[in-house]
């Protein structure tokens, strides 16, 4: 399940924000100051669904954490429509593993994709999950992109049958292709996009299928759940659109950003409205 909403601060270009699982959403925006990071939203609580914060990495990349009340999170991920992986392309790799590493209490490892030189990249996930759990990666932005302006990002992976019909039926919807489908060893074909709205995400066809909602009880978080919990997508769209390009949508919440209190939190001027939106179809 993922969200869809307006930007929550004046002049944000539209993306996609990760939400990742944290047992205190207070403790953790104190321990990313502390680490050298930034709170952009703080602490806010959502009804009684759970506690949120808005932060940003030492190299510059937006995302969240979400600390659950009545809603855990992610029930599916690797299924056709649902959230498959998420990528974090950086301006410093290295700092960034080390923030994520004190801040999340992340496990990461360096390997190389492909032969000779190769493409460095870092998996992450929960601390002693091993390689089931692995949620993510970081990569080290290349020079020429830093050359050109690139800066931080999370980028989500959404799983779907047919990578190359997925990018056609795409760019007949507005969205521009930035990497064309390409086919990537151990992973599957895949392929990265901007939305009609200039979010970046890619798509992929080829993973394992590892269903996070089988035999899960209250509490338990299997798998690359008990890290990322949830997506957000801010940008300027109306609910009504997202119904007929297919998406199932639940109905308009508003959160009052000025509370930072425990408890049901109250409508106001300054509210900022989301819509729920299921992934998976």
């Not at 960034?96 to 590493?101: E, G, I, L």
């Not at 019909?165 to 930035?178: D, K």
């Not at 209250?218 to 997508?233: N, Q």
Request: charged share 25%; glycine share 12%.
């Amino acid at each position: 399940m993922g969200t869809v909403g307006p930007p929550t601060e004046e002049g944000a270009a539209s993306a996609w924000t990760p939400y990742f699982r944290t047992v205190d959403a207070d403790a953790t925006a104190g321990a990313v100051e502390q680490a050298g990071g930034s709170v952009r939203v703080p602490p806010t609580q959502v009804f009684t669904a759970g506690r949120t914060a808005g932060l940003t990495d030492p190299t510059g990349a937006e995302f969240a954490v979400w600390e659950p009340g009545d809603t855990d999170g992610l029930e599916l991920v690797d299924r056709p429509g649902s959230v498959s992986r998420i990528e974090l392309c950086t301006t410093d790799a290295a700092a960034a593993k080390d923030f994520y590493r004190t801040v999340l209490s992340w496990d990461t490892r360096d390997l190389t994709m492909g032969s000779g030189a190769g493409i460095a990249y870092t998996p992450a996930g929960p601390p002693g999950g091993g390689e089931r759990t692995v949620h993510g990666d970081i990569m080290q932005l290349p020079a020429e992109h830093l050359r050109r302006g690139s800066t931080s990002e999370w980028r989500p992976y959404f799983e779907v049958e047919d990578c190359d019909a997925t990018v056609a039926r795409a760019q007949e919807l507005g969205a521009t292709a930035i990497v064309p489908a390409v086919d990537t060893p151990g992973a599957g074909r895949l392929a990265m996009l901007l939305d009609p709205f200039g979010a970046p995400f890619a798509v992929i066809a080829g993973t394992a299928v590892r269903p996070l909602s089988a035999g899960r009880a209250r509490g338990e978080f299997p798998g690359r759940s008990r890290l990322l919990s949830r997506i957000h997508l801010c940008r300027r769209v109306r609910c009504d659109a997202l119904r007929r390009a297919g998406h199932h949508t639940g109905p308009v919440w508003t959160v009052d950003r000025r509370s930072r209190r425990r408890g049901r939190s109250e409508n106001s001027r300054r509210s900022t409205p989301f819509v729920l939106v299921l992934l998976e179809k």
